[in-house]
């Protein structure tokens, strides 16, 4: 496959001034200049284990808090994953992952449907990792299933520590998502009876 499925964001807002180049067809390297620690590594393990490639440049408004930042990363995020899926011709579209993380177990399921939602069924243990306000994982994978037009799922099976919840929810995520981007060579056109996604 010649094509290459990439895709550059910019976004720029009175809160936030985001680059952001996402690549599918990758080899796990990350390039990472954003101003909250705990989601740069978030999203170091995510590009890792999804065999993206992935460069984000971030600044924020983090002297008020880390909401906007994350929140508008998410969002650029979505609409890179979207852009640089195309049309979808050849592609599985569905995937999904369980994943333990020492106590945690966490799945995670996605279908690029063009029809996003997102399920959250999961309680973090605690309200804080480190600095991070963990009422932001919401707030990230919210944006990125609306803005990359997904369904997305995330289930909390058991876990203790938050870190490591949060961390198996980005990992299982980043498998999924390799998952559904493969082109299969027995999918032909859209994978969908509808003929359209």
């Not at 997102?118 to 707030?139: M, Q, S």
């Amino acid at each position: 496959m010649t094509e290459t499925r990439s895709a550059i964001i910019e976004r720029k807002t009175r809160e936030t001034n985001i680059h952001l180049d996402f690549s599918i067809d990758g080899e796990g390297k990350a390039e990472l200049d954003v101003q909250v620690p705990f989601l740069a590594h978030m999203l170091e393990l995510f590009t890792k284990h999804g065999l993206f490639n992935l460069t984000v440049s971030g600044q924020g408004d983090v002297e008020v808090d880390d909401h906007h930042l994350t929140e508008d990363i998410g969002i650029c995020l979505g609409q890179a994953l979207r852009e640089a899926a195309g049309d979808k011709h050849g592609m599985k579209r569905y995937g999904s992952m369980t994943l333990p993380m020492d106590e945690t177990l966490v799945t995670v399921a996605v279908d690029l449907s063009d029809r996003p939602h997102l399920e959250w069924r999961a309680e973090l243990p605690k309200d804080r990792v480190g600095t991070f306000d963990t009422e932001n994982v919401h707030e990230f994978f919210w944006k990125l299933a609306v803005e990359a037009r997904m369904n997305l799922h995330i289930v909390l099976h058991h876990g203790q520590n938050t870190h490591h919840i949060i961390e198996a929810m980005f990992k299982a995520l980043a498998r999924a998502l390799d998952e559904a981007t493969t082109i299969d060579p027995r999918v032909k056109g859209v994978p969908s009876t509808k003929g359209s996604l």
